[in-house]
């Protein structure tokens, strides 16, 4: 099966179309995982909604705002759209901590990691071969 992810911007416009997403695929969306990390000093936090396969293709999107939301005390309004609308729309939400990218070479090495995360929890299927 092939997971990727595909970013849709740092959390500001971009909420609108996750919301969009949520709400005109709730049959395929599977979970919403909001990923909080610390970058450059301050508490930010990454959406994702994790889709289920495609029937054709195996292929598993994930869609993700990276690290633009301010991870406050009392959550951002924008991270309590996005959570409103998954829980709305019966899509389960996990929190997970994670490294910020900045630390990987590569935005595609970021994503990598978290697929593992994400694979290691159980929350997408595993990496499958095919012999």
């Keep these: 099966m092939i997971q990727r992810f595909i970013e849709l911007g740092e959390g500001y416009a971009d909420v609108y179309e996750l919301l969009d997403l949520i709400k005109y695929n709730k049959e395929r969306a599977m ?3 909001v990923f909080h990390t610390e970058l450059n000093g301050k508490k930010v936090v990454s959406p994702a909604l994790i889709m289920n ?3 054709i293709g195996n292929f ?3 869609y993700i705002s990276t690290e633009g939301i301010p ?3 009392k959550p ?3 991270l309590k759209l996005i959570e409103s609308a998954a ?3 019966g899509i389960p939400v996990v929190h997970l ?3 910020p ?3 990987f070479g590569e935005k595609e090495l970021y994503f990598q990691h978290l697929i593992g995360i994400l694979r290691m929890n159980r929350y997408i299927a595993p990496l499958s071969s095919s012999f």
Excluded: F, Y
């Design 97 to 99: 901590d994670v490294q």
């Design 101 to 103: 990218s900045v630390i």
């Design 71 to 73: 991870d406050l005390e």
């Design 53 to 55: 396969k495609t029937e």
């Design 60 to 62: 598993q999107a994930i």
């Design 76 to 78: 951002s309004e924008r």
């Design 31 to 33: 979970r919403l995982a």
């Design 87 to 89: 829980e709305n729309s």
